[in-house]
């Protein structure tokens, strides 16, 4: 552990003496591995890092060293102020995050800065001195303690650069906090805080969506597998329809709240998706005792039974680039204000965005993902809110209440959980998923999620606002100064309106009649041309 004493002296000769231990110890510390192991709410950003190739850095020939590609705005003092709850919290999010590193390298990052910033004053008084005249044998000494200084510096500097870049990448992985309110557990300690309809009765043998549609003529994967790969489906016929309908209807609903719609971009930098917190889930990895990234987007994976190391890529990325495509608008709408003050004024932003999504979904399987319930691209219209700090906790109440109007107007039984610990992610700080009743597949399936994320996205994006002064500015007031003080983070908030495959399922499975047809929800007939039931095609 490094120490705030004096590590130099003013004299020339033991300055050089006392740096050398200082630089062992400082790289000693920067060099020590930390493999940290990747759960389901350790942040991919803690790994957005790349090589140090140009050789001249802090390692003192780029053996390794890696710098972030970007920063969070983290506040390390309330962290170090709040160890326990910090450490709780890692705890009930299944977070890999090593805090015990993360408070080391902060202590050792104050110490390292003390020191940079006691050299850079005993060089400046050495500076000073020799303004004035001197007797040469003086002079000369100055000038060789100048020197020394400055080479220490040097390489005190390289050292502080490095231990932040250090302290940045481990800090990154800490999760957001969580609302008190929040059951602590896994996905099993979900509690519902409400249930809307109830399942209905059926007198006949109920089909699920894949037999309904084959009857129908709605889509086709058989053909979809030969050209794109599992997981992959031709929609047909009023199957093109419904999805159009479930768009235009959500946009629609949605738009009369306030929202401003969107059709974002699908390719987005890989940057900008490790800001928004995303990375691979630990249900997805289930069969493997740990995953470690080493280059976005490709992760280590080691076995339970043979120790075999697999490498997965699990998103979508462009080769030779930087790039990938989006699994969610929420994405590409989160950096819409990237690296921006907003206006007060102008606050909360309120976006609908349509977009098509690509996941990897690695791991998932079974009759429970069958047909369209789980597939690598789909159409979805998302919600998205940046908002002032005090109002999130509302506008998260308002995008679970949209939610659950539009699906109650469809006519769908469903139950709305408040999620547990586990199952909240990086950077949630309170999560609500709606899952509704499916009675071909015979379970109940997540249709859409709020989430209020806090300032997690936004710390790491760079979105701030400028609170409007509750008082007008004094008249002896410096002009320049920017009016309503320090600016602060807002906070995001997102939600799914439509998630079109899975809605198509509730909709074919909960409305199929014993003839084989499908009545069409009465809010979406008007944006299918008036067409009300969908029927078998005759032979």
């Known amino acids: 552990m490094l120490t705030c004493g004096r590590f130099l002296s003013s004299s020339a000769a033991t300055t050089t003496a006392s740096f050398s231990p200082l630089r062992t110890l400082t790289r000693s510390l920067l060099r020590r591995p930390h493999p940290r192991l990747l759960s389901s709410s350790s942040a991919a950003a803690a790994t957005a890092v790349e090589p140090d190739t140009k050789g001249g850095g802090a390692g003192g020939g780029g053996g390794g060293a890696v710098r972030p590609q970007w920063k969070a705005a983290i506040d390390f003092k309330w962290i170090r102020d709040n160890r326990d709850a910090v450490a709780d919290n890692i705890r009930s999010k299944n977070s890999a995050a ?84 929040v059951p602590v557990g896994g996905e099993e300690s979900s509690v519902v805080r409400k249930e809307v309809g109830s399942q209905r009765s059926f007198n006949f043998t109920i089909k699920d969506h894949l037999q309904l549609g084959k009857e129908l003529d709605l889509f086709d994967f058989d053909a979809a597998a030969e050209v794109s790969g599992s997981k992959f489906y031709y929609l047909k016929n009023e199957a093109v329809l419904l999805e159009m309908a479930l768009i235009n209807w959500a946009i629609s609903e949605v738009s009369k709240k306030g929202f401003t719609p969107l059709i974002t971009p699908e390719i987005v930098r890989s940057s900008v998706v490790e800001k928004c917190g995303f990375q691979p889930r630990a249900q997805n990895t289930q069969d493997y005792l740990f995953t470690l990234q080493v280059s976005v987007p490709y992760f280590l994976f080691l076995r339970k ?138 379970r109940y399936g997540e249709i859409s999620s709020a989430s209020n994320c806090t300032d997690y996205q936004s710390r790491r994006l760079g979105i701030r606002y400028r609170p409007t002064p509750s008082e007008p500015p004094p008249a002896n007031a410096k002009k320049g100064k920017a009016a309503g003080g320090p600016t602060q983070f807002v906070h995001t908030l997102n939600a799914t309106a439509v998630a079109v495959p899975r809605l198509i399922v509730c909709i074919l499975e909960n409305f199929q009649q014993d003839d084989g047809s499908i009545v069409i929800p009465e809010p979406l007939r008007p944006f299918m041309g008036g067409l009300e039931v969908l029927s078998p095609k005759s032979k």
């Open 98 to 181: 090593n805090l015990d590193l993360v408070l080391e390298l902060y202590d050792q990052y104050l110490a390292l800065q003390k020191e940079v910033e006691r050299l850079r004053a005993e060089r400046n008084a050495v500076a000073n001195k020799m303004k004035g005249k001197q007797d040469p044998s003086v002079r000369q000494a100055l000038v060789e303690e100048g020197k020394n200084l400055k080479e220490a510096l040097i390489g005190l500097e390289e050292d502080l650069v490095e231990l932040t870049d250090k302290l940045q990448l481990e800090a990154q992985s800490i999760p957001n906090a969580t609302h008190p309110d």
């Open 305 to 442: 039974d043979t120790f075999e190391v697999i490498v997965l890529v699990v998103v979508y990325s462009i080769e030779n680039s930087d790039q990938c495509l989006i699994g969610t608008a929420e994405i590409p709408v989160g950096g819409i204000h990237m690296d921006s003050i907003l206006l007060d004024s102008a606050l909360p932003l309120k976006y609908v965005a349509y977009s098509h999504c690509f996941r990897t979904e690695a791991g998932a399987a079974g009759a429970a993902t069958r047909g369209l319930y789980r597939v690598h691209q789909f159409s979805k219209v998302e919600m998205f809110i940046f908002c002032r700090p005090e109002e999130s906790d509302k506008w998260h109440e308002e995008l679970i209440t949209i939610e659950e109007d539009l699906y109650a107007s469809l006519g769908l039984h469903f139950k709305t959980l408040d999620m547990a610990t586990g199952d909240l992610g990086a950077p949630a700080y309170r999560k609500f998923d709606i899952e509704a009743w499916m009675p071909g597949l015979e």
